[in-house]
């Protein structure tokens, strides 16, 4: 597999495990996260900032020595909080990250894309942008951008042969989740859960791969949510 993939959000996580199974698979990867690893595939910076984002894209181009093919949007982060204590830098700091950092890296990839008649976009949304979460309104709401935007950019590009595509993780085992809920909170959520349990970083990282590969082409401008069933019910 000679593909060229940038994954950000890849130092933990979903991305991590996304990293993986990818690498695993023979992707060519360029990875980012916001701690500092020391791995020459990888571009540590804050992507809420949009300098950041054009060197990311740079670097990446330089990695590669040629195109980016594939593009997942991983990196993001979860605000808790009712709209009346959020504040002004907690609003665009979020808006930046899980919003204007996927569209704004789209923007630069898909040119290459188009110029080559062949790519993919994955964007990690949530299933809290599907449904609406109380406490999460920010965090729902880039989310729920985000999908708007999927679809959108998914009929720009549909005769370009490039997809794009949103999944929609319920409830993950990650440090993001652990890191906002404690031990009785976790099994409120598994106990309101349709299969009882928080859903595998690798269940996603496996998605990636199908809706990646020339088997998915038809598949785009879809959301899929993989929720263990929060999304229908309890
Ligand atoms: N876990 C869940 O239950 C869940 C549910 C639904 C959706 N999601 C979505 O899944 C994605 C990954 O979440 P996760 O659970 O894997 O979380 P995670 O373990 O906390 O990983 C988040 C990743 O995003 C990176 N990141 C965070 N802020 C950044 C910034 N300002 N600039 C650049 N990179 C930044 C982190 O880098 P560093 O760690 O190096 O700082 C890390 O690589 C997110 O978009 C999240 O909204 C998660």
């Not at 933990?12 to 993986?20: D, F, N, V």
């Not at 349709?194 to 998915?216: H, M, N």
Request: proline fraction near 3%.
């Amino acid at each position: 597999m000679n593909k060229n993939v940038l994954l950000t959000g890849a130092s933990s996580g979903i991305g991590a495990s996304i990293s993986e199974v990818l690498s695993l698979e023979g992707y060519n990867l360029f990875l980012c996260g916001r701690r500092k690893l020391e791995k020459k595939n990888y571009f540590s910076c804050d992507l809420s900032n949009i300098e950041n984002i054009n060197i990311l894209f740079k670097k990446a181009k330089e990695y590669f020595n040629g195109n980016i093919d594939i593009l997942i949007n991983c990196a993001g982060e979860y605000i808790y909080k009712p709209i009346d204590k959020m504040n002004i830098d907690e609003i665009n700091y979020l808006i930046d990250l899980n919003y204007k950092a996927p569209y704004i890296l789209s923007s630069l990839v898909i040119v290459d894309m188009k110029k080559n008649n062949w790519g993919r976009i994955i964007n990690i949304g949530s299933i809290s942008g599907m449904v609406g979460e109380a406490n999460a309104t920010l965090y729902s709401s880039t989310k729920s951008a985000l999908s708007g935007f999927t679809k959108a950019l998914a009929l720009e590009v549909a005769q370009d042969n490039i997809t794009i595509n949103q999944i929609n993780p319920g409830w993950v085992d990650t440090p993001l989740s652990n890191s906002c809920l404690n031990e009785d909170e976790k099994q409120e959520i598994i106990d309101v859960t349709p299969q009882k349990r928080f859903v595998e970083p690798k269940e996603i990282a496996k998605l990636c791969e199908y809706l990646i590969s020339d088997s998915a082409k038809g598949i785009t401008g879809q959301n899929i949510n993989i929720c263990a069933g929060l999304s229908i019910g309890c």
